[in-house]
């Protein structure tokens, strides 16, 4: 973890006791710890619960975390050992292999919930995912495909001018206008 | 704002990270919810079927409630408890201190005049290990071992050791 990596800057900061930076970690990781989750929590109503656990747990132990390795993977390796615990307290089996960090963020955890959820989150998560999915496509290309490679193929700002051959501040406002057009959409959908 | 959101778009990126927007983070509710919904595009483009949930406020909540660092009161190992001198436990546990004690020594001098009072037991000769145990008399082990059998060893290694000896003393004699 270097020190221009937003987790390394808010662990410091939580780490000299600013509290507060710690909601910024939650935000940032509370979707995915809870896709992880799907793999072993089957009971959707538990998923809110287990995701809290795992960050109190985090909480708890990040005076001790020195940075060794990302702040994901020990993330990653806390809420496996978490939904381990859980499913031991629920007198059931954990399953048979671990899916690693990697493959945990493409994990398809929904179709696990989706027996036991309500239809109204179901339209609602549909919806969501829709309206992300159709702003991109209706994007200008040069947006497009600023914010793909960064998001899915996880490229830094200058990896990208290099191949769409454009200063850096290009990419950084094409970047920021995909997202803030994706926002204005999905803004008002999750205030109501 | 809209210049607000773009150091917070790119922040998210790792890119220029400076103390001043992250303390605006970090302070301003509205930037984190933006945060949030920034944070929640890249997780459905990363997988279409992400979980949404925000629990944050939960957590911080839970995390208020627990005890921080610094009101947890450090150990010291070297501070002694202090012990009340009016506690009828202690006083008991003292008075008896005192008698295991002078029972200890008075077991320690019996123990003593036993051993010395004991017949010497002959050594084996075997001078790696004393197997004679403490205070004194040592029984056979095993079933098939006899009185007479270690006699007859003893013997045997008194001739053998005579023989040693004869034949050392012809050596010298067919040196001189």
């Known amino acids: 973890m270097n020190e221009r990596d937003l987790d390394f800057q808010l662990i410091q900061r939580i780490q000299n006791g600013e509290q507060q930076a710690f909601t910024l970690l939650v935000r940032k990781y509370q979707n995915r710890v809870a896709n992880i989750l799907t793999r072993y929590v089957r009971n959707s109503g538990d998923i809110a619960d287990v995701t809290q656990e795992v960050f109190i747990k985090v909480h708890k132990s990040l005076p001790s975390f020195r940075g060794d390795s990302a702040f994901y993977t020990w993330l990653y390796r806390i809420t496996v050992n978490t939904a381990k615990n859980y499913l031991t307290s629920q007198s059931r089996r954990p399953p048979a292999s671990d899916i690693d960090a990697v493959e945990a963020d493409s994990y398809d955890g929904s179709e696990a919930l989706k027996e036991a959820d309500s239809p109204e989150s179901i339209l609602r998560s549909e919806e969501i995912k829709q309206v992300i999915m159709n702003t991109i496509d209706q994007l200008p290309a040069e947006l497009k495909a600023a914010i793909t490679l960064r998001e899915l193929e996880g490229m830094s700002y200058d990896e990208i001018a290099k191949i769409e051959d454009c200063p850096i501040g290009t990419v950084r406002s094409r970047i920021f206008r995909a997202r803030d057009a994706i926002d204005k959409q999905l803004a008002p959908l999750l205030e109501e | ?176």
Do not use: C, W
Request: glycine residues 4%; negative net charge.
């Open chain 2, 1 to 176: 704002m809209k210049e607000t959101n773009e150091q917070l778009s790119s922040l998210i990126d790792n890119e220029n990270i400076d103390s001043k927007s992250l303390d605006a983070l970090i302070n301003d509710k509205q930037q984190q919810a933006v945060f949030s919904r920034y944070q929640l595009m890249g997780d459905v483009m990363r997988n279409e079927n992400a979980i949404n949930i925000d629990i944050s406020e939960q957590v911080m909540a839970e995390i208020a409630k627990q005890p921080t660092l610094e009101t947890v009161t450090p150990i010291i190992a070297n501070e002694p408890t202090p012990i009340k001198a009016d506690n009828n436990v202690i006083a008991f546990v003292k008075r008896f201190g005192q008698y295991a004690i002078a029972a200890s020594v008075a077991g320690v001098v019996v123990m003593t005049s036993f051993m010395t009072s004991q017949p010497v037991v002959e050594n084996s000769g075997i001078e790696v290990l004393n197997t004679v145990p403490f205070g004194g008399g040592a029984s056979p082990v095993s079933l098939q071992a006899s009185q007479k059998l270690s006699k007859q060893a003893l013997q045997d290694r008194h001739e053998r050791l005579e023989a040693l000896l004869k034949d050392h003393q012809l050596q010298l004699q067919v040196q001189q």
